[in-house]
């Protein structure tokens, strides 16, 4: 598996060039919010699983702060049974 961290305003940038398996946005966003980078992410990779932290909308999964390792681990394991 590989991993690749972003800030922010690179997020979008990876996934023009490269085809990954799962997205994890645990992000505070400034001025674009976390809807729109999902809403983005969507257009560029549409069948890609999104976990997002604190929000729901269109997300594959969501957890909330403080997150519980177990259970964001989970939610990875069931977006890669789904895929």
Do not use: H, T, W
């Not at 922010?8 to 990954?20: D, R």
């Not at 699983?49 to 999964?61: K, M, T």
């Not at 989970?74 to 977006?79: D, N, V």
Request: glycine fraction near 8%.
């Amino acid at each position: 598996m590989r991993v690749l961290e972003v800030e922010f305003g690179a997020a979008l940038e990876p996934l023009e060039k490269l085809v990954f398996d799962i997205a994890i946005c645990n992000a505070e966003m400034e001025g674009q919010g976390k809807f729109e980078l999902l809403d983005q992410i969507r257009v560029i990779q549409p069948a890609l699983p999104v976990i997002v932290g604190a929000a729901r909308r269109g997300a594959f999964q969501y957890f909330e702060k403080p997150f519980d390792i177990e259970q964001l681990l989970g939610f990875i394991e069931q977006a890669f049974e789904e895929s």
